[in-house]
């Protein structure tokens, strides 16, 4: 499965798309109202990707192991400390509701850090290669 994101930003313009296995959609969110650019940065993009890919996982792994979700709240949060320096300090917090045991929460929340591809890829330290304009 191959995905992809693309932003489009030229003055009164601002177009965010994401895509998987071929299907496109568009995510609203704005252009910077102050000047060139997009309202949100990379590093908060970098934890909503965090955060929506471990909500999903759980969503996922819950139906795998048929454990019933009633909802799931997961934040993330993260240090910068200048430009051009990477993310420190990297956490992320879920709360589950569910009728399930808090045993079987607690093993289902450690099962799904454990297959959480976002995570799994920045812990892996993967390399990001920049290629030619086209």
Known sequence: MELSATVRNAPGQHVATVSTSGVTQAVAIPAKASGPGSSLNGGELLLLALATCYCNDLYREAARLGIPLEGVEVSA???????????????YRATVQSPAAPQVIDDLLRQTDAVAEV????RAGVAVERVART
């Open 77 to 91: 949060t993260a240090t910068f400390a200048g430009v051009g320096l990477a993310a420190s300090n990297i956490r």
């Open 119 to 122: 995570h799994n890829t920045l």
